[in-house]
């Protein structure tokens, strides 16, 4: 590309340097830091307001011309409906890279997660969605190269269209266009859809003193979002130092062919948009009401899939939690924040704990939303695993090589209060029975739920909470389980079945607390131990801290196929997350009620599960644990 090198203006132009054309289908190779890619002299004093004339092709990637004929055959998107949605966030290659039963030589690929055995687990687990994190092709930091790590995670992109080729079996020049296509045929053979982790807030060419590789070169004024005042620098709210200008045309375009061709061409059945409030910044603000949100909108392919929003990103009033508009999901931050706090038994938690479990109406109840607006999640890639989180105080991230200082500091000490390895049994039996009541609350959540892939299987990343440089045996999952990893796998899988077996837990319209029709039950009706209901007082009491609920299944928002209206088994769900037994009184509903344990978190779980109750009959509810018993 030519064109003036005017920094100080906002114009990069450098034609001695090779560009990757941001509608390729392919890429073959990665950058190498040792060429000559950046468009100003490296070593130079006036840095990128100089000029280097030196030939970037030799460290750099290339684009493939692909034949994209494939035979998807009867191949057709799941569709499965949000409220019977299970998502199970993922990264392509830490899912099997360490996989005993897939072969050597495609463990870490795309062609390794659509094989028998990993497509057995997610199916026995529940899981009814795969959220991929990134799959466009990505950047490898020279930060991070330079200290012998490597962009794991993949929030760095470098094309919106490429499949990457660091998780193909098959080599790069095409081939991992194929591979990609195989593996979300196989997937949707088994009724899983598909969701890809997208970046379209920024690229891999960072801020001023980045490389030259795609954008920067063809049209920098363009592409990006510069300082008003002084157009040689960027404008950042994402942290990685550029923001993609989505308020241009020709960028809104890049974009919209990017997500149809994913679902055109590729078979993909959604998205996950990273830091998805950049996207709605007009004139600085975060407007819901953005050009990207109104073309989503209109279009008649990308408003049919599904579309998930990461509501924040770091510039100023970029928190937007709720304010994303219909036809969006969210991931709900503050039901992780509400969650952890319950269960770790900090105070003034019940009022907050109650929205967040019945699909946080004071989030979208208000702009027409349903309870599947909220994605509910307690960890996520970002972060520590469920077994971390009730095991460390502190992150350990000092294999990442910046002492210690990177990921966040915020909502760190969830757990029991030992870090660390232990031999104490009973400390390793009450990690075992808050992470199991972080898995009961997580399912028995009205709202979408979101599982971090591996924490089914108790992975740990030894206390690291920002795994995004560790491509090794700190991210991988570890498929070696001892007795207690899998009495935890089984246990998971209990529950998820139990929701998808109960309609009363994933509802399609808000719970009232009213009545149902002319009967004298309420959709749900909360309750204090002593089996009255719970009063405004209790509610904002900061030692309230065991609750429970009775969830009707009469006259559920939905039909079986003969047009009837659904009916569910009605349920009573106590939690305590106090550090003491309580003894609770179950409800009597209507003569000779009886309840029946169905499931328990408490440290003998599984024992006693089959124990029959009558109304008005007290229970005991062990310390940090939670019971559901359904009404016989």
Same mark, same amino acid.
């Given at each position: 590309?030519?064109?003036?090198?005017?920094?100080?203006?906002?114009? /990069?132009?450098?034609?001695?340097?090779?560009?990757?054309?941001?509608?390729? !289908?392919?890429? *073959?190779?990665? $950058?190498?830091?040792?060429?000559? $890619?950046?468009?100003?002299?490296?070593?130079?004093?006036?840095?990128?307001?100089?000029? @280097?004339?030196? @030939?970037?092709?030799?460290?750099?990637?290339?684009?493939?011309?692909?034949?994209?004929?494939?035979?998807?055959?009867?191949?057709?998107?799941?569709?499965?409906?949000?409220?019977?949605?299970?998502?199970?966030?993922?990264?392509?290659?830490?899912?099997?890279?360490?996989?005993?039963?897939?072969?050597?030589?495609?463990?870490?690929?795309?062609?390794?997660? *659509?094989?028998?055995?990993?497509?057995?687990?997610?199916?026995?687990?529940?899981?009814?969605?795969?959220?991929?994190?990134?799959?466009?092709?990505?950047?490898?930091?020279?930060?991070?190269?330079?200290?012998?790590?490597?962009?794991?995670?993949?929030?760095?992109?470098?094309?919106?269209?490429?499949?990457?080729?660091?998780?193909?079996?098959?080599?790069?020049?095409?081939?991992?266009?194929?591979?990609?296509?195989?593996?979300?045929?196989?997937?949707?053979?088994?009724?899983?859809?598909?969701?890809?982790?997208?970046?379209? =807030?920024?690229?891999?060419?960072?801020?001023?003193?980045?490389?030259?590789?795609?954008?920067?070169?063809?049209?920098?004024?363009?592409?990006?979002?510069?300082?008003?005042?002084?157009?040689?620098?960027?404008?950042?709210?994402?942290?990685?130092?550029?923001?993609? =200008?989505?308020?241009?045309?020709?960028?809104?375009?890049?974009?919209?062919?990017?997500?149809?061709?994913?679902?055109?061409?590729?078979?993909?059945?959604?998205?996950? #948009?990273?830091? *998805?409030?950049?996207?709605?910044?007009?004139?600085?603000?975060?407007?819901?009401?953005?050009?990207?949100?109104?073309?989503?909108?209109?279009?008649?392919?990308?408003?049919?899939?599904?579309?998930?929003?990461?509501?924040?990103?770091?510039?100023?009033?970029?928190?937007?939690?709720?304010? #994303?508009?219909?036809?969006?999901?969210?991931?709900?931050?503050?039901?992780?924040?509400?969650?952890?706090?319950?269960?770790?038994?900090?105070?003034?938690?019940?009022?907050?704990?109650?929205?967040?479990?019945?699909?946080?109406?004071?989030?979208?109840?208000?702009?027409?939303?349903?309870?599947?607006?909220?994605?509910?999640?307690?960890?996520?890639?970002?972060? #520590?695993?469920?077994?971390?989180?009730?095991?460390?105080?502190?992150?350990?991230?000092?294999?990442?090589?910046?002492?210690?200082?990177?990921?966040?500091?915020?909502?760190?000490?969830?757990?029991?209060?030992?870090?660390?390895?232990?031999?104490?049994?009973?400390?390793?039996?009450?990690?075992?029975?808050?992470?199991?009541? #972080?898995?009961?609350?997580?399912?028995?959540?009205?709202?979408?739920?979101?599982?971090?892939?591996?924490?089914?299987?108790? /992975?740990?990343?030894?206390?690291?909470?920002?795994?995004?440089?560790?491509?090794?045996?700190?991210?991988?999952?570890?498929?070696?389980?001892?007795?207690?990893?899998?009495?935890?796998?089984?246990?998971?899988? !209990?529950?998820?079945?139990?929701?998808?077996?109960?309609?009363?837990?994933?509802?399609?319209?808000?719970?009232?607390?009213? !009545?149902?029709?002319?009967?004298?039950?309420?959709?749900?009706?909360?309750?204090?131990?002593?089996?009255?209901?719970?009063?405004?007082?209790?509610?904002?009491?900061?030692?309230?801290?065991?609750?429970?609920?009775?969830?009707?299944?009469?006259?559920?928002?939905?039909?079986?196929?003969?047009?009837?209206? /659904?009916?569910?088994?009605?349920?009573?769900?106590?939690?305590?997350?106090?550090?003491?037994?309580?003894?609770?009184?179950?409800?009597?509903?209507?003569?000779?009620?009886?309840?029946?344990?169905?499931?328990?978190?408490?440290?003998?779980?599984?024992?006693?599960?089959?124990?029959?109750?009558?109304?008005?009959?007290?229970?005991?509810?062990?310390?940090?644990?939670?019971?559901?018993?359904?009404?016989?």
């Amino acid at each position: 590309m030519h064109g003036p090198y005017e920094p100080e203006k906002g114009m /990069r132009f450098n034609h001695h340097k090779l560009l990757i054309d941001p509608y390729a !289908k392919a890429i *073959a190779g990665e $950058v190498d830091w040792k060429a000559h $890619v950046f468009g100003y002299q490296f070593d130079n004093e006036q840095k990128d307001l100089s000029f @280097d004339e030196q @030939d970037s092709v030799a460290g750099m990637p290339k684009c493939v011309v692909i034949d994209p004929s494939f035979d998807w055959k009867n191949d057709r998107h799941p569709k499965t409906p949000w409220h019977k949605t299970v998502i199970y966030e993922v990264h392509v290659k830490g899912a099997t890279k360490q996989h005993p039963e897939i072969p050597e030589e495609l463990r870490g690929t795309y062609a390794g997660f *659509a094989s028998e055995p990993f497509i057995n687990h997610l199916k026995e687990l529940g899981v009814t969605a795969v959220e991929l994190l990134p799959v466009h092709d990505f950047l490898n930091d020279k930060h991070l190269v330079d200290k012998g790590l490597s962009n794991y995670w993949g929030y760095n992109t470098t094309n919106f269209f490429s499949p990457t080729a660091r998780y193909s079996s098959s080599g790069d020049m095409g081939e991992q266009v194929r591979e990609f296509k195989e593996m979300v045929k196989k997937l949707h053979s088994h009724g899983i859809e598909v969701i890809l982790d997208v970046v379209y =807030n920024h690229t891999s060419e960072g801020n001023e003193m980045g490389p030259t590789l795609s954008f920067r070169g063809i049209d920098n004024t363009v592409y990006y979002h510069l300082m008003k005042e002084d157009p040689r620098y960027y404008i950042d709210y994402t942290g990685t130092g550029n923001s993609l =200008n989505v308020n241009h045309p020709q960028v809104l375009q890049l974009i919209m062919d990017s997500l149809r061709y994913w679902v055109n061409e590729m078979h993909v059945d959604g998205f996950r #948009f990273d830091l *998805a409030a950049a996207l709605a910044r007009e004139l600085h603000e975060v407007d819901k009401l953005a050009a990207f949100f109104d073309i989503v909108h209109q279009d008649p392919v990308i408003s049919q899939v599904k579309l998930i929003a990461e509501p924040w990103d770091v510039g100023e009033g970029g928190y937007q939690v709720g304010n #994303f508009p219909v036809l969006w999901t969210e991931w709900n931050g503050k039901y992780r924040d509400t969650i952890r706090r319950a269960i770790k038994g900090d105070e003034n938690q019940a009022a907050k704990f109650a929205y967040r479990i019945t699909g946080s109406s004071d989030l979208y109840q208000n702009d027409g939303r349903r309870p599947f607006a909220s994605i509910n999640f307690v960890t996520a890639h970002d972060g #520590f695993t469920l077994q971390d989180l009730v095991s460390y105080n502190e992150k350990h991230n000092e294999a990442n090589g910046e002492d210690n200082k990177d990921g966040s500091d915020n909502n760190m000490s969830w757990n029991c209060g030992i870090e660390g390895p232990t031999d104490d049994e009973q400390i390793i039996n009450l990690r075992e029975q808050q992470k199991r009541n #972080f898995i009961t609350t997580l399912f028995l959540s009205q709202g979408v739920p979101m599982l971090l892939g591996g924490d089914e299987l108790s /992975r740990t990343q030894q206390g690291n909470n920002n795994g995004y440089c560790q491509d090794n045996e700190i991210s991988w999952f570890d498929w070696e389980l001892d007795d207690r990893k899998k009495e935890f796998l089984d246990f998971t899988k !209990k529950v998820i079945h139990f929701m998808h077996d109960h309609a009363a837990f994933r509802r399609r319209k808000f719970l009232k607390g009213e !009545k149902i029709n002319e009967s004298e039950t309420k959709d749900i009706q909360w309750l204090r131990p002593d089996g009255n209901e719970i009063t405004e007082e209790e509610w904002q009491a900061p030692d309230t801290k065991t609750l429970g609920f009775i969830l009707s299944g009469d006259a559920l928002d939905e039909y079986n196929v003969k047009g009837e209206l /659904r009916v569910d088994d009605t349920f009573v769900v106590w939690m305590n997350f106090q550090h003491e037994d309580v003894e609770c009184t179950l409800p009597s509903i209507g003569n000779g009620t009886s309840w029946k344990k169905v499931i328990s978190t408490a440290a003998e779980q599984g024992k006693d599960d089959n124990n029959t109750y009558s109304g008005d009959e007290q229970f005991n509810l062990g310390a940090r644990s939670i019971a559901v018993l359904v009404r016989k």
